[in-house]
């Protein structure tokens, strides 16, 4: 099974409601989905989003560095033998790892096609079926802690509630909220690096003393400020987890040296995809330290990759793969299935997509 074209279109999703971070605002999913088609005929599936707010990525840089570093390289390598492509793939350009995630999950997607099993099976096939947070963007406290009642009386259990704002109104939002869904249900917070280190300590402090119960927070400083998070990691009782601090396995060996957090956020997009994720996983399982696996507002071609290897490791113990529920429509078949909160793996080979409604294909 040998590598015969590369293909692109475009998918464009209206978002239920806006998705807003202290980092930004999204009102739609514009992303490009790549397909690898195979001289056997078998097509493998990958999805780029363009956050330049965290990755540097735009539609533009993905089809760039596609077309200009990685096309001609891909073409006529044998499926089977992934661990020099992937090696190809992460030297044909330095960064990029939108462009990167989008073609190593299409060729894992083709690769466990060719082995006839379900890429999670392949992986390690840990467990098959996952349990995600859902977001609650971040607005007045008032809207927030509406949304989250609502959230909650759908049948979702925990809430990733987003801050970094301003401090004493995060604090009257986490208040609202805690009071609105009750004492069962987990909350977990990312301030999206919004916090300086003495605002993220003394938040954290005062949200342990009101005793409101928070799972983890995620990402309370900024990315490059390794020092901070673990100034923040050793200040406070409550795990803190690096998100946009780890985008690599290089960074995740150096966070984990000096314990710079708790725990791990994974996404495909800021790894280069699942090769060097599985890599990822490795050193924090070997660090003693749990991974969750997230995403960036990426549709269900994407989020199944992601949820593959989420079910296939062990080291994985929470998701926050929400994005394909805070779409308005989901133009895609086949993949992964939500029962609310609930994330099943289904059996089909391979990450198992069937149509993308409305999408043209183009050539690079
Ligand atoms: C969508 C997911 N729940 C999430 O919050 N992901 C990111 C932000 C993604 C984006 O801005 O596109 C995160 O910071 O964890
Ligand atoms: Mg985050």
Redesign the pocket.
């Known amino acids: 099974m040998r590598i015969k074209d590369v293909q692109f279109g475009i998918i464009e999703i209206p978002l239920k409601k806006p998705?807003k971070?202290a980092?930004?605002t999204?009102t739609v999913l514009s992303n490009i989905i790549v397909m690898i088609e195979t001289d056997t005929g078998n097509k493998g599936y990958g999805e780029a989003?363009p956050?330049g707010?965290?990755t540097g990525d735009t539609k533009g840089s993905v089809i760039g560095a596609i077309r200009e570093h990685m096309l001609e390289g891909l073409k006529g390598r044998n499926i089977a033998d992934i661990e020099n492509t992937m090696s190809f793939l992460n030297h044909s350009i330095v960064r990029n790892t939108s462009a990167k995630a989008a073609l190593d999950m299409a060729l894992y997607d083709l690769y466990a096609q060719r082995y006839q099993a379900p890429l999670y099976q392949i992986l390690g096939g840990c467990r098959s079926e996952l349990m995600t947070d859902i977001?609650i963007s971040v607005n007045e406290p008032e809207e927030m802690a509406k949304d989250s009642l609502e959230t909650v009386q759908e049948g979702y259990q925990t809430l990733?509630i987003?801050v970094g704002k301003n401090i004493e109104l995060d604090l009257k939002r986490l208040d609202k909220i805690r009071k609105a869904v009750g004492d069962d249900i987990k909350l977990r917070l990312?301030a999206?690096q919004g916090w300086s280190v003495k605002e993220a300590i003394d938040a954290i402090k005062k949200l342990e003393d009101k005793g409101f119960n928070i799972e983890f927070v995620?990402?309370p400083v900024k990315a490059g400020d390794i020092e901070g998070m673990k100034k923040v990691t050793d200040s406070v009782m409550t795990p803190i987890m690096a998100?946009?601090s780890v985008f690599s396995p290089e960074d995740a060996w150096r966070l984990l040296q000096c314990r710079g957090a708790d725990m791990i956020?994974i996404k495909l997009m800021k790894a280069g995809g699942i090769h060097n994720a599985l890599k990822i996983c490795g050193i924090a399982e070997t660090a003693g330290v749990e991974c969750m696996v997230?995403?960036?507002?990426e549709s269900r071609i994407a989020v199944t990759a992601a949820a593959h290897l989420a079910a296939a490791k062990k080291v994985v113990t929470k998701v926050?793969l929400?994005?394909p529920l805070?779409c308005a429509e989901d133009p895609i078949s086949g993949g992964i299935n939500y029962e609310k909160d609930k994330i099943l793996l289904p059996e089909r080979i391979g990450l198992g997509f069937g149509e993308i409604k409305g999408i043209e294909w183009r050539s690079f």
């Open positions: 998705f971070t980092l930004r999204a989003p956050t707010a965290i977001t990733k987003k990312d999206n995620e990402q998100d946009e956020n997230g995403c960036m507002l926050d929400d994005s805070l």
